[in-house]
Structures are given as structure tokens and as C-alpha cells.
């Protein structure tokens, strides 16, 4: 939907690496190996929807993603990750000010899961410290996003109406050669 990303939403994909680390290195059994390779299913599947979607249905889809993050984080802690694209996600959702409401009931999110699950300080901590910055940052370029929008808006319209008014300049031009052509030969 988003022609202008091009490639990238493919690119940011690189960070589910983090996410294969503790299977990888703690040389988990087939039903772990199972549930990681299930989870990247469902989440490459509402991560790709994230970026045709906008309003509320994207954050239900948000949802989802903290969903997997919350109910994975605790027997593998690069499920960090998950938190951290749907904090970039909530960023799209509407306004500022519903994307940074979003972002802190993500991070309180975080912090309760941390407080019951009684994560590890680093893993806790990745999550907290990286969905607060990238939540923050695409924030911020959402709204430049959408203040480039209205600029661009307002560009068209003047340009519009410098159109319109040049028309009617000629048109005046022309009604006023025109009748002075009109009322020389009626003089003569």
C-alpha cells in the first residue's frame, strides 16, 4: 500500500534474528523449535498487515504483535523484539497524541509482564529502553509525515488557485482588447 517504502518493510525484518538466538544457542528440543517457528508465521503475517492498515484495525493488529511478545518473552527473551516493532507500528495509528497515549500503555505493558514474568534485567530493560525510542522516533516522522501531507495539500490549492486567477487575467484581457476592438469599430 505504501509504494514510497519500497523494500524496506522486508529490511526491518533482520531484527526477528533476536529473536532465533535462544533456540539457536540453547540447542532447544523440536516443540521449542516449534512455537519459534509458529510465532514467525503469525508475526510476519500481522507485521506485513501492519503496513496496509491505519487507524484502529492497525491497532488491533498491534495487538497481536504484543500478544506474541508477552506470551513468548518469558521462555525466550528475544521476543523483546516483538514489543519493538509494535511500538514502531503505533506510531501510524492516528494523532501524536494517541500515538505517545499507545506507546505508554505499550511500555506499562512491559513493565508488568517484567514485574510478574520477574524477567531478566537486560531482557526487561532491551524492551523498554527500545520500544521507547523507536515508539518515539517513527512518532515523530509520522507527524512530520503528516505535516508534509498538509503542506503539500496547501501547495496544490495555491497552485490551483494561481491557475484559476490567471485565467481570469486572460479573460479579462481578452473581454477588454475585445471590447475596445468592439467599440473602435463602432466609432468608426
Known amino acids: 500500500k505504501n509504494h514510497f517504502l519500497g523494500w524496506t518493510p522486508y529490511a526491518w525484518l533482520v531484527y526477528l534474528c533476536f529473536f532465533f538466538m535462544h533456540p539457536v544457542l540453547d540447542h ?10 509458529g510465532a514467525t508465521v503469525v508475526f510476519v503475517a500481522l507485521y506485513l498487515r501492519g503496513y496496509w492498515l491505519c487507524g484502529w484495525p492497525l491497532v488491533l ?16 527473551p528475544g521476543a523483546v523484539a516483538f514489543f519493538i516493532y509494535a511500538s514502531a507500528f503505533l506510531a501510524f495509528v492516528g494523532e501524536t497524541a494517541t500515538g505517545l497515549k499507545l506507546l505508554c500503555a505499550l511500555l506499562g505493558i512491559i513493565c508488568l509482564q517484567s514485574w510478574f514474568a520477574h524477567l531478566a534485567t537486560g531482557t526487561w530493560l532491551t524492551a523498554l529502553v527500545f520500544s521507547a525510542l523507536v515508539g518515539g522516533v517513527n512518532i515523530h516522522f509520522a507527524q512530520a509525515k503528516r505535516q508534509a501531507e498538509k503542506l503539500k495539500m496547501a501547495h496544490e490549492e495555491i497552485e490551483h488557485l494561481a491557475k484559476v486567477a490567471e485565467r481570469e487575467r486572460i479573460a479579462r484581457d481578452l473581454h477588454d482588447v475585445l471590447g475596445h476592438t468592439l467599440s473602435v469599430i463602432v466609432l468608426k
Open 28 to 37: 532447544v528440543g523440536p516443540r521449542e523449535w516449534a512455537v519459534t517457528i
Open 61 to 76: 493488529n498491534t495487538l497481536g504483535i504484543v500478544l506474541l511478545g508477552v506470551l513468548l518473552t518469558p521462555s525466550n
